[in-house]
């Protein structure tokens, strides 16, 4: 049998001292991230853009930032026949907030297909990718999140969200928590109050864009959606 000599014990015991105020560290910094995480969402979406040094739709022309951080942006105008189809994907959500979030999938989708031969950015790749920075055409998450703003705010405009509204894009990420800084485009749920993220950043384009509560991605990894 092994006796612990006092220095001993009192080495072990800092350690796990050290250990538990630790854990009580990043779940503090988890519970302030989710905070300002609130109160970032219920600013308006212009902030987001006069931070990013991004441009706001002018009618039916979105500004679709590539090359990471926005570095470049790029307009794309939808003609008639795209709003018709947008708008009858969006009409394909009209029963429930649910089937709506399903078809604000299918929008995001059809819009990295549209405008990806205009911008360069049919063969983005998802996820992190720091090979591809001020690559025209490749996209950070704050690239995807300020072009998924872009599109809920353009379907918000023209009257076709019935159950949600666009607010500004979340931030998740200390690495001291463990997690890379991360940003999503959300809306919220206007029937329960529920904020949702769009996060169309980890797949390749024109892939469907992970939707789930904002509570639910703040405590998330994108290994976790795997």
């Not at 630790?22 to 995480?37: D, M, Q």
């Not at 926005?70 to 947008?86: A, G, H, I, N, W």
């Not at 996060?199 to 789930?212: C, H, T, V, Y």
């Amino acid at each position: 049998m092994v006796v612990q000599s006092d220095s001993h014990k009192h080495v072990c015991f800092a350690k796990k001292r050290f250990a538990v105020l630790c854990r009580g560290f990043v779940v503090a910094l988890g519970a302030i991230g989710l905070t300002a995480c609130m109160s970032q969402i219920n600013a308006p979406p212009s902030s987001w853009y006069a931070q990013m040094g991004a441009l706001e739709n002018k009618g039916d022309t979105l500004y679709i930032c590539h090359g990471f951080g926005c570095e470049y942006r790029t307009p794309v105008t939808f003609s008639q026949q795209d709003k018709r189809r947008l708008h009858q994907i969006l009409q394909r959500g009209s029963g429930s907030p649910e089937a709506e979030r399903a078809a604000l999938s299918d929008a995001v989708q059809w819009q990295e297909r549209r405008v990806g031969p205009v911008v360069g950015s049919s063969n983005d790749i998802g996820g992190l990718d720091m090979v591809h920075s001020k690559v025209r055409g490749q996209m950070d998450c704050l690239d995807e999140a300020t072009n998924t703003t872009s599109l809920l705010t353009y379907l918000s405009s023209q009257g076709w969200l019935k159950y949600h509204r666009v607010t500004r894009p979340a931030s998740r990420g200390f690495f001291l928590d463990l997690k890379y800084p991360h940003a999503s485009a959300v809306v919220v749920d206007t029937t329960t109050g529920t904020p949702w993220v769009v996060d169309s950043w980890r797949l390749s384009n024109g892939e469907p864009p992970d939707i789930l509560p904002l509570s639910k991605w703040m405590g998330m990894t994108s290994a976790d959606l795997e």
